[in-house]
């Protein structure tokens, strides 16, 4: 069985938290290295992220050259 898990807003703050301390200890700070850095913390928690099953689709063509897309907006759990 897959256990599909939510996105977790503490582990999020707690990876903010870990950067804002960082940045305190910075002596000369970098605006776009701190963007990147705080860009890349935010992209990766979102691509934890999972889609519910179950997004209906529509599709045509043969059992062995399926071609499709989605009919519903999929939803982030």
Do not use: H, S, W
């Not at 807003?9 to 950067?19: H, S």
């Amino acid at each position: 069985m897959n256990r599909i898990m939510a996105l977790v807003p503490q582990n999020l703050a707690t990876q903010l938290y870990g950067f804002f301390q960082e940045m305190r200890n910075v002596t000369e700070i970098d605006d776009m290295a701190m963007a990147q850095k705080f860009a890349n913390i935010i992209d990766g928690y979102i691509k934890t992220a999972q889609v519910a099953p179950g997004i209906p689709v529509a599709t045509a063509g043969t059992a062995a050259a399926q071609t499709g897309a989605t009919t519903a907006p999929g939803t982030l759990i």
